[in-house]
């Protein structure tokens, strides 16, 4: 086996298409690309993305593709991603395979079985808070999937310190674990000039005289934004200084879609908020937005770390999070209340208002500057990774990059 070159799978049930631009398709994306850059075959195995079974059709046709340099294998469901990933292993085709995460398995003992029982070292990446929750889910007919799980497990890349324990909480050894984070495009996100700033709000229709908070991602109850579809309207005739910019967009059927309509007509017509065009998937786009607004703005309860906290931090916007996410999520890695942002401590107006007047550019300087010590420049993070592949194909079971206790 040529270890310089692996033929090399990577599972992800969500892939990167531009109506769902989250930090598990951002990172597999750049994980297949580096791979195929640094020399080895790459093919990613995916599902359809969510937008393709609007109202229960099904809507995707590509089964295969080639993106740049890797190949992308579509299949409608896991039973055809395994089946797929089972005959390149059985025809010596793939060298190891990543799995992101628990997207796309459900509650399937059986699909669970037969990744479990792939004869190549398996990575496996622990991307949100409930792993720990997923010790009796495939267990049946006498299969202990606790102990299976953590002994085909050959390493987990946790994407957080707070991952890394609920791992250890699993049952996996020291010694499997890896904290490696989300790799960010430091090229791209960066902080601007003042003149800049205020260019960019022209170009995207944001107000010169406000204080923009900004919104970044899937709009969705368990990211938190029941909370400021409720509230906004309240919070900006309490303090008319801020304007809530919404960079993302709702999935068709999701239970606050009509919500959303309803509040992006009224806040639009208030001047209250503005919006993007759905999802973003340009990431040139993307950082515009961050550059030219004034505090970042995570609702969500809990994240297994969320690259949105590091783009924003690379664009030195001081953070505003839940005091949940903070102290007991993969936030609590990036945001340091009063150093680089500051943390709403209950779902409500005045919790949310005392934390956004509380933030000052320092902070957002600050986080700059612990974004820069962190080491999370695609390359930086990939040099980890790469060390990782390679030990575990070459038969070193075990890898000591990036353990973290």
């Known amino acids: 086996m040529n270890t310089e070159n692996l033929k090399f799978g990577i599972e992800t049930y969500n892939w990167y298409v531009p109506r769902n631009l989250g930090g598990v ?3 597999t994306y750049r994980l297949a690309n580096f791979l195929s850059a640094d020399g080895n075959e790459v093919r990613v195995f995916t599902g359809a993305n969510f937008m393709d079974f609007q109202d229960g059709k099904e809507k995707i046709t590509q089964t295969e593709g080639k993106i740049g340099r890797f190949e992308v294998n579509y299949h409608m469901d896991m039973n055809g991603i395994v089946s797929s990933i089972e005959e390149l292993v059985k025809n010596g ?15 399937d003992a059986q699909i669970m079985k037969r990744i479990l029982n792939l004869n190549i070292p398996l990575v496996w990446v622990s991307v949100n808070a409930y792993l720990v929750e997923k010790r009796e889910r495939y267990s049946d007919d006498g299969f202990n ?3 299976k799980f953590v002994e085909k497990v050959d390493a ?11 791992a250890r909480e699993f049952g996996f050894p020291e010694e499997k674990i890896h904290v490696i984070y989300n790799p960010i495009d430091t090229e791209n996100y960066h902080a601007v000039d003042a003149k800049t700033k205020r260019d960019l709000r022209t170009e995207l229709g944001l107000p010169q005289d406000k204080k923009v908070v900004l919104y970044l991602g899937r709009v969705a109850a368990d990211k938190g934004s029941d909370f400021w579809i409720d509230n906004w309207e309240e919070l900006v005739r309490q303090h008319p200084e801020y304007h809530l910019a919404i960079c993302g967009d709702v999935a068709p059927g ?19 908020a503005s919006f993007s065009e759905g999802f973003v998937s340009n990431e040139v786009l993307l950082a515009k937005y961050y550059q ?27 953070c505003v999070v839940s005091q949940n996410a903070q102290e007991f999520s993969g936030v609590n890695d990036l945001i340091i209340p009063g150093f680089n942002g500051a943390t709403f401590k209950s779902y409500t107006v005045e919790g949310l208002v005392e934390a956004l007047n509380s933030t000052n550019s320092e902070m ?3 986080g700059h500057f612990k974004f820069q010590s962190m080491g999370v420049g695609i390359k930086e993070i990939f040099a980890q990774r790469k060390k990782l592949y390679k030990d575990l194909v070459m038969g070193k079971k075990y890898s000591v990059a990036m353990v973290t206790k």
């Open 25 to 27: 398709e951002k990172s």
């Open 93 to 107: 085709e793939l060298d190891i395979l990543e799995i992101q995460g628990f997207f796309g398995i459900g509650q």
């Open 364 to 366: 957002g300087k600050n």
């Open 254 to 272: 999701d239970a606050l879609q009509g919500k959303f309509e309803d509040f992006k007509k009224r806040t639009v017509s208030g001047g209250t």
């Open 156 to 166: 987990i890349i946790c994407k957080s310190k707070v991952l890394a324990e609920h």
């Open 292 to 318: 030219t607004s004034d505090i970042f703005f995570l609702a969500s309860p809990t994240e297994g770390l969320s690259s949105s906290l590091l783009e924003a931090m690379a664009c030195e916007l001081p």
């Open 145 to 147: 999937f606790p102990e």
